[in-house]
């Protein structure tokens, strides 16, 4: 049998601090019925919902620990499904709940769930997890998870991206091609673990003895890589980069639950006003201003007619 320090992706994993968190996880979220635990009569000053949450944010620490661990990644299927439903069964049991993402563990738990949908081939939970991004403006729109949903066939509003560190550089990745790609996924993954220091498990390896440490991956980057069929050479074994599902992912030919056609097609109604950032480089018409098809870049500024707002529509992305 391989010692632990020998399959384990992640380097940073201490083996006694990470077996007993391991435990911890597998015993209270996913041996233990969450219904039943939580249908336990409990005085008022108990908060039931946040310890049904803890199920989905415990199950999702424990299906990344078993990848940080070294689990081979079928093994993983049945923690990925049993996380999957715990946030599914929090959000039935608790509908106005949603992932508002101007917060920076929210914005990262939406990233975290769509990549895992992905890699994992679970096309059915990524309109769940959709589903749990809010839909009202002041809790945060943002361009990035319009377009990697778009990607997967579900359009979300966004024109602004909300944290431009360290996520510009993944939006700059879907929206280049070649060489520009491969450097502005490089460039994300050298600077993921600095632009993440507000989420609440960064350093998470230099606290407790390690306790409750999952180990650190931007599984977006992989899911990228793959959506995108982006040649993973020149960053393939930087840190966080989670190769070994990305791997899996292609030997599945995973791409082919998500046609190309889907990356542009629900840009077709896509609006943009005066003044607003453009939200993807692509030809323009306007229908109350007579100037014709215009090509703007993602990111520029969106013209008015002598200060009068108009309304522009994508009709081809490029």
Not at 63 to 69: D, H, I, P, T, W
Not at 145 to 161: K, M, P, S, W
Not at 228 to 249: H, I, Q, T
Request: proline share 4%; hydrophobic share 40%.
């Amino acid at each position: 049998m391989k010692k632990f320090d020998e399959i384990k992706r992640e380097p940073l994993l201490q083996e006694a601090a990470f077996k007993d968190s391991l435990s911890f996880w597998k015993e209270f979220y996913f041996e233990r019925q969450a219904e039943s635990f939580l249908s336990i009569e409990r005085p008022d000053y108990v908060n039931v919902e946040g310890l049904s949450w803890s199920w989905c944010f415990g199950s999702l620490q424990l299906l990344v620990g078993l990848y940080s661990g070294g689990e081979a990644i079928d093994s993983l299927r049945p923690y990925a499904e049993h996380m999957f439903s715990q946030f599914q069964r929090h959000k039935q049991a608790y509908p106005d709940f949603s992932l508002k993402l101007w917060e920076p563990d929210a914005y990262q738990f939406a990233l975290w769930l769509l990549s895992l949908a992905v890699l994992l081939n679970m096309p059915g939970r990524i309109e769940q997890v959709a589903g749990y991004l809010s839909d009202n403006a002041e809790d945060g729109q943002d361009l990035l998870l319009r377009q990697l949903f778009a990607r997967v066939g579900i359009a979300l509003a966004g024109n602004d991206l909300i944290n431009k560190r360290p996520y510009a550089e993944l939006l700059n990745a879907i929206n280049a091609q070649g060489d520009e790609q491969q450097q502005a996924l490089r460039s994300y993954l050298k600077q993921w673990y600095r632009g993440m220091r507000n989420c609440y498990w960064h350093d998470r390896h230099r606290r407790r003895s390690d306790a409750g440490f999952f180990g650190y991956w931007a599984f977006e980057a992989g899911m990228v890589t793959v959506l995108w069929d982006v040649d993973d050479a020149p960053y393939r074994n930087l840190p966080y980069y989670p190769k070994d599902l990305v791997d899996y992912a292609r030997e599945r030919q995973v791409i082919q639950t998500f046609p190309r056609s889907l990356q542009t097609a629900t840009y077709s109604d896509a609006i943009a006003k005066s003044g607003e950032l453009c939200p993807r480089t692509g030809v323009w018409v306007c229908d109350d201003w007579v100037v014709g098809p215009q090509t703007f870049m993602q990111g520029v500024e969106m013209p008015a007619d002598e200060g009068r707002i108009l309304t522009w529509r994508l009709v081809k992305g490029l």
